[in-house]
């Protein structure tokens, strides 16, 4: 984990090679920005002391070239707030739990296999409800020279559903683009239909935010996608998700929130083309425990019981508050007005 490492360290092994970081602090063009006019020079680096900041996400990441400090990372997750939560713990039972699966059929998107996430959901022994994951299961693609690639994917899906005793109207899939071809095949394949098909592109919804929120969702998240994924926090902070897979935490935690974006008074996830560059994978355990989190909601009609945070770890009116103060910055990271000094050390403590 990133708590491990300091800002302060140059250089630090990993289980595949050797790590050399490069403060922007201390690049060569703070003291002679005339033979180095291309790299970092002390005015900019000064300037974005000042506005936004020292504390700001943007200061550590375009000048210290380092991942903030816990608590000004823009992610729908972090780890204190798994460990806060339990998102880790099993849970304990007080009756015998429904299973529903989340589907993302990857290989659509360039990738080899897809993901079926299962969840087991009910009355945990604290009396509320919990949704604990079970273990991800890859599906890998297979080619036969007497069977459809999408018939034996289905086949496959028909198997592992059987397997965990998870019925077909308990099921989610991410449907977006063509991949609705894929639902109607397998509930071809099931002999049964009930499928809830989930789709990641488009605007956000009507729905209310949460159950004390009745705003609208597009009042607070530009897309769906980002509302789904931002839902998915909300449960989070109602202490709700259990056992979540490593890597699905980790994807939570490094798919970024952009304040950037056109209407910059919405939140914005990161696009999944971004994540792919920058990270080098995509997050579809992730994306399949926020289509199984769909079933849960709309199939099983299970809400958060209070909203103690809002999504992620900031509260709705803590998201609007960022997102104006983000509006008046430019495209380089500099304010459009002299003289303005925010201070962001009210949120520190704050756990996006």
């Not at 002391?49 to 608590?71: C, K, L, N, V, Y």
């Not at 899939?173 to 592109?201: P, Y």
């Not at 509260?315 to 609007?320: F, S």
Request: proline share 5%; aromatic share 10%.
């Amino acid at each position: 984990g990133w708590e491990k490492l300091s800002s302060e360290l140059e250089e630090w092994k990993t289980p595949k090679g050797h790590t050399l970081y490069f403060d922007g602090l201390k690049s060569p063009g703070v003291d002679d920005p005339d033979k180095y006019p291309f790299l970092l020079t002390k005015k900019q680096i000064d300037e974005m002391r000042i506005d936004p900041g020292e504390d700001s996400p943007r200061f550590w990441t375009m000048r210290r070239g380092f991942m903030p400090p816990d608590g000004i990372i823009w992610s729908i997750l972090n780890e204190k707030t798994i460990q806060q939560y339990h998102v880790r713990d099993t849970a304990i039972w007080s009756s015998q739990p429904t299973m529903v699966a989340g589907i993302d059929p990857a290989y659509s998107a360039g990738g080899d296999k897809c993901i079926l996430y299962p969840a087991k959901v009910g009355m945990s022994n604290t009396g509320e409800y919990a949704i604990e994951f079970q273990e991800p299961i890859g599906i890998n693609l297979v080619a036969k020279k007497d069977q459809l690639m999408i018939d034996t994917l289905c086949e496959n899906i028909k198997h592992h559903l059987n397997a965990i005793g998870c019925t077909i109207d308990n099921v989610g899939m991410d449907c977006t683009g063509n991949q609705w071809l894929l639902a109607d095949a397998l509930e071809k394949t099931m002999g049964n239909t009930g499928i809830h098909r989930v789709k990641f592109s488009g605007s956000a919804s009507d729905e209310p935010i949460s159950i004390q929120d009745k705003r609208p969702g597009r009042d607070l998240y530009s897309n769906y996608v980002t509302e789904l994924w931002g839902r998915f926090g909300l449960y989070v902070q109602n202490d709700m998700i259990r056992n979540l897979d490593e890597e699905a935490c980790k994807q939570f935690c490094t798919r970024l929130l952009d304040f950037s974006s056109a209407d910059s008074r919405k939140v914005t996830i990161e696009s999944k083309t971004i994540l792919r560059e920058r990270l080098g994978y995509s997050p579809d355990e992730a994306d399949a425990a926020v289509v199984a989190l769909e079933v849960v909601r709309k199939g099983l009609n299970i809400l958060p019981m209070s909203n103690k945070g809002g999504v992620g770890s900031f509260a709705e009116d803590e998201w609007e508050e960022l997102a104006e103060i983000e509006s008046e910055y430019n495209e380089d990271g500099f304010s459009d007005q002299d003289g303005i000094e925010e201070d962001f050390s009210d949120w520190n403590e704050l756990n996006v």
